[in-house]
């Protein structure tokens, strides 16, 4: 089997000559391939996208908390130290501190403007806490907190983290399932077209039979020219995927999710797989309809 | 060569041929005649494996056609030789690339100078470049036989090969099957053309057949 499909590979252009050359099948393959393999780029670069975006947001987050201390500004002070003093000798707590009025000013700035007067406003006191590598007891450290400074919350971020990474790991999912369908659909309409050549060929089969090819002389004709023009239509696809890829605005210019919609490193080369890919499919395509159509002749 | 031991054939819920025993023996000459519709295209069918019996044994080169692979099927339609009435071809080739069709599909080189020779015997030696659209009806029958004949097969099979002929091309084709036939071809031809037998009969020993009512037998004086 494995013998018959690579020996069916092999160029032989005395066999390519009993198909004739052209029909509408011949661009049909070549758009088809092309099409899908652009679309197939992109949907690799958001899988890889939202994979790395994943990776990014639980990563930034899992090992961080916040300490948000609400309390009347005479007060603030005092449990602002409290605060530091219990977290200090909590176990599974690698550092805290304190996020000064610039740090905090700065994060407001975006909703607010740069003159925002912080020191006017009655804003919570920001206590930022990374966490060792074998982690706190969180419930503990809240009643601790609750004890020592009344106005202080603890949000380790579970609630923001989660459903981003369910997200992230979702976008990635369906990145990934986007591929795969249409790689199927490429098969899908490699196998129509293959099945309107053969049967616009079926005089060139009953020839061939009649003077003595075997099945895998017929089918491999037909293979070889299936495979080759859906190689051929899958690598310019891939080539206009890459620039497609390669024009979309860089983070530096826009930041946000989309301008992550791209490839890194070594990650450019992974569209240059989608070419042998698709004509992998477009051989076990054709090569299925061929023996489809042949053994129901005589 | 080819043998039929009480082959019986149901087309469409009838039974159109019936207990047909007959030998082919090597380098002999057989007509089949009848009338149409009697089943003398079936028989042929039947005797290069296109159509399996429903009932008795067909053996091809001592090989019951029941046990053959659909490669072994290709392999034994390599010694056999099969001309149509409507013949067809690959109509995108030239007439020498068509001739030559039963090599390309073996994996054989063919010699040009066996082509030219090939083409000239059928007198087709000036259209060796013309596509097969081009061709007269006499011309693609003479066609058919030098891409019958290009592989050296044991047996010919000619299905109403004269039935789209003028009577001096039915003549010239039957010419070279006689000549075929001496060079210790086994042949058999279909045609309903009596005129075509009688004058065949002069030239070479042929066997008649005739399919009436199902079944074959051999034809006598009243042909």
């Keep these: 089997m494995i013998a018959s499909v690579i020996a069916s590979l092999r160029p032989d252009r005395q066999a390519d000559r009993v198909v004739p050359p052209s029909g509408h099948t011949a661009w049909l393959t070549v758009f088809t391939a092309a099409a899908m393999t652009f679309l197939a780029v992109f949907a690799l670069a958001l899988s890889l996208a939202s994979g790395r975006l994943a990776e990014r947001w639980g990563g930034a987050l899992a090992n961080t908390a916040t300490v948000r201390i609400s309390a009347p500004p005479d007060q603030m002070e005092l449990q602002t130290a409290a605060v530091l003093r219990v977290l200090e000798t909590t176990p599974g707590i690698a550092s805290a501190r304190a996020l000064t009025d610039d740090e905090q000013k700065a994060l407001l700035a975006p909703w607010f403007g740069p003159d925002l007067p912080v020191e006017a406003l009655p804003l919570p006191r920001l206590v930022e806490v990374v966490e060792g590598p074998d982690g706190y007891d969180g419930e503990g450290l809240r009643q601790r907190l609750a004890a020592e400074a009344p106005g202080a919350v603890l949000d380790d971020h579970t609630r923001w983290r989660r459903p981003l990474a369910v997200a992230a790991s979702r976008l990635n999912l369906l990145g990934g399932l986007a591929i795969v369908l249409i790689g199927a659909a490429m098969a899908a309409m490699i196998t129509l077209a293959a099945n309107a050549a053969l049967a616009a060929n079926a005089q060139v089969i009953r020839v061939l039979r009649v003077v003595g090819a075997r099945d895998d002389y017929i089918a491999a004709a037909f293979v070889r020219r299936f495979t080759l023009r859906t190689l051929a239509g899958s690598a310019a696809g891939a080539v206009l995927g890459l620039v497609g890829v390669a024009l979309l605005p860089s983070v530096d210019e826009a930041g946000g999710f989309l301008t992550g919609l791209g490839f890194q490193g070594a990650g450019w080369l992974l569209p240059l797989l989608l070419p042998p890919v698709a004509a992998g499919v477009a051989l076990i395509a054709t090569r299925a309809a061929a023996f489809r159509t042949l053994r129901e002749l005589p | ?223």
């Design chain 2, 1 to 223: 060569m080819i043998a039929f031991d009480n082959v019986a054939y149901n087309y469409g819920g009838g039974e159109l041929l019936s207990d047909i025993s007959l030998r082919l023996a090597p380098g002999s000459f057989h007509f089949l005649t009848g009338p149409s519709g009697a089943g003398k295209s079936t028989f042929l069918k039947l005797a290069y494996a296109e159509l399996l019996p429903t009932a008795g044994r067909v053996t091809i080169f001592d090989r019951d056609v029941r046990g053959l692979t659909r490669d072994d099927v290709a392999l034994v339609r390599r010694r056999i030789g099969v001309v149509h009435q409507d013949v067809q071809f690959l109509d995108h080739l030239p007439l020498a690339a068509n001739v030559s069709l039963p090599l390309m599909v073996s994996g054989k080189a063919g010699d040009p100078r066996d082509m030219t020779d090939l083409l000239q015997w059928v007198g087709l030696g000036q259209l060796a470049d013309a596509l097969p659209p081009q061709l007269s009806g006499g011309e693609r029958q003479r066609a058919a036989l030098a891409r019958a004949v290009i592989m050296g097969p044991d047996v010919i099979l000619a299905d109403e090969p004269t039935g789209n002929l003028d009577w001096e091309m039915s003549l010239r084709l039957l010419t070279l099957l006689v000549e075929l036939n001496k060079m210790g071809k086994t042949i058999l031809v279909a045609t309903h053309d009596l005129n075509l037998i009688r004058t065949a009969k002069n030239q070479v020993a042929a066997r008649v057949l005739r399919i009436r009512n199902r079944r074959i037998q051999l034809a006598g004086a009243d042909l």
